[in-house]
């Protein structure tokens, strides 16, 4: 058995690597479909290979812990650690020897990938239900890289535009279609889990992921919502959608869309104009000052920014 777990973190390193030189971020995953490294930040009695959970879809730390997106240079922080470089991804499984598969975040340049979770469970007929969207709201489905689950449904590649951040979703879109988006990642093919080993669908591998078609963009951005008073005219208009957009945030949404929103302001030439503004809207949807600081900075990093 051990052998086994061996030859697939072996084989989870070789796909990871390849998919890096696609130019898609990754990190190890567990069995279980979780990141593989446990947050540096738990309790000290977890189990050191209980998988952590992903970061980016908590809205707050364990109490008493300080809010960290991989500030601290400690691996461990979910969908933060992706990476494209390939002695960053080595270091990363060596310190995950129990991995057998690798996660590949959505959302990030030169990609900005977007994953559509066609689901079988619960006997949903999602390949329908996306079928029938696509009638409705005229749009076709290009040929691209399609990613077979071993449940046997189906995750299909796209990219998105520099300017649109894609929240995740849960059958928001429609019964069984879940949606990764800015925060989120997709099951790299390869990748062995408990259930099965994720595949590419024939015929699909040597695609690049289709843009997204504009009718089906238009349905994964989060619904428009009335302007706040608290606006920012010196940042213009561009700088002003992506206070908006943190503004707009759901509770488990803040912390995800305050960190997509500074990274679009810093590859836009705006971040160090933005970022008061940014840190004012994330109060106001709840989080403390110091988080919305830190979770600025890690963006900076993540873009080749002084925070």
Same mark, same amino acid.
């Given at each position: 058995? *051990? &052998? #086994? =777990?061996?030859?697939?973190?072996?084989?989870?390193? %070789?796909? !990871?690597?390849? /998919?890096?030189?696609? $130019?898609? +971020?990754?990190?190890?995953?567990?069995?279980?479909?979780?990141?593989?490294?446990?947050?540096?930040?738990?309790?000290?009695?977890?189990?050191?290979?209980?998988?952590?959970?992903?970061?980016?879809?908590?809205?707050?730390?364990?109490?008493?812990?300080?809010?960290?997106?991989?500030?601290?240079?400690?691996?461990?922080?979910?969908?933060?650690? *992706? &990476? #494209? =470089?390939?002695?960053?991804?080595?270091?990363?499984? %060596?310190? !995950?020897?129990? /991995?057998?598969?690798? $996660?590949? +975040?959505?959302?990030?340049?030169?990609?900005?990938?977007?994953?559509?979770?066609?689901?079988?469970?619960?006997?949903?007929?999602?390949?329908?239900?996306?079928?029938?969207?696509?009638?409705?709201?005229?749009?076709?489905?290009?040929?691209?890289?399609?990613?077979?689950?071993?449940?046997?449904?189906?995750?299909?590649?796209?990219?998105?535009?520099?300017?649109?951040?894609?929240?995740?979703?849960?059958?928001?879109? %429609?019964?069984?279609?879940?949606?990764?988006?800015? $925060?989120?990642?997709?099951?790299?093919?390869?990748?062995?889990?408990?259930?099965?080993?994720?595949?590419?669908?024939?015929?699909?591998?040597?695609?690049?992921?289709?843009?997204?078609?504009?009718?089906?963009?238009?349905?994964?951005?989060?619904?428009?919502?009335?302007?706040?008073?608290?606006?920012?005219?010196?940042?213009?208009?561009?700088?002003?959608?992506?206070?908006?957009?943190?503004?707009?945030?759901?509770?488990?949404?803040?912390?995800?869309?305050?960190?997509?929103?500074?990274?679009?302001?810093?590859?836009?030439?705006?971040?160090?104009?933005?970022?008061?503004?940014?840190?004012?809207?994330?109060?106001?949807?709840?989080?403390?000052?110091?988080?919305?600081?830190?979770?600025?900075?890690?963006?900076?990093?993540?873009?080749?920014?002084?925070?």
């Amino acid at each position: 058995m *051990a &052998t #086994t =777990d061996r030859q697939a973190t072996t084989l989870a390193l %070789a796909h !990871a690597l390849s /998919a890096a030189e696609r $130019g898609l +971020a990754v990190i190890p995953l567990s069995r279980t479909k979780l990141p593989a490294l446990r947050s540096p930040h738990r309790p000290s009695n977890d189990s050191p290979h209980s998988p952590s959970p992903d970061s980016s879809h908590r809205d707050a730390p364990e109490p008493a812990t300080p809010p960290c997106h991989g500030e601290c240079g400690r691996p461990g922080h979910g969908v933060y650690d *992706a &990476t #494209t =470089d390939p002695a960053r991804i080595r270091e990363l499984f %060596a310190a !995950a020897p129990w /991995a057998t598969g690798y $996660g590949i +975040a959505c959302g990030l340049p030169p990609h900005r990938l977007i994953g559509i979770d066609l689901d079988v469970k619960a006997g949903t007929d999602s390949t329908s239900a996306l079928r029938e969207l696509a009638l409705r709201h005229l749009f076709t489905i290009p040929p691209t890289v399609v990613v077979l689950t071993p449940s046997g449904g189906r995750h299909l590649w796209l990219t998105g535009p520099p300017d649109a951040v894609i929240p995740n979703s849960a059958s928001r879109l %429609a019964p069984g279609i879940d949606i990764r988006g800015a $925060g989120g990642y997709l099951v790299g093919p390869g990748s062995r889990t408990d259930h099965g080993v994720y595949a590419t669908a024939p015929g699909t591998a040597h695609l690049v992921p289709a843009p997204c078609p504009p009718a089906l963009l238009r349905l994964l951005l989060p619904p428009p919502r009335p302007p706040h008073p608290a606006t920012h005219p010196s940042v213009g208009n561009r700088g002003q959608g992506l206070v908006q957009f943190v503004l707009a945030a759901h509770e488990g949404q803040r912390n995800t869309r305050l960190f997509w929103a500074a990274c679009r302001a810093y590859e836009n030439g705006i971040g160090r104009a933005l970022r008061a503004p940014l840190i004012d809207a994330a109060v106001h949807t709840g989080l403390t000052e110091h988080e919305a600081r830190a979770t600025i900075a890690s963006a900076a990093r993540m873009t080749g920014h002084r925070p």
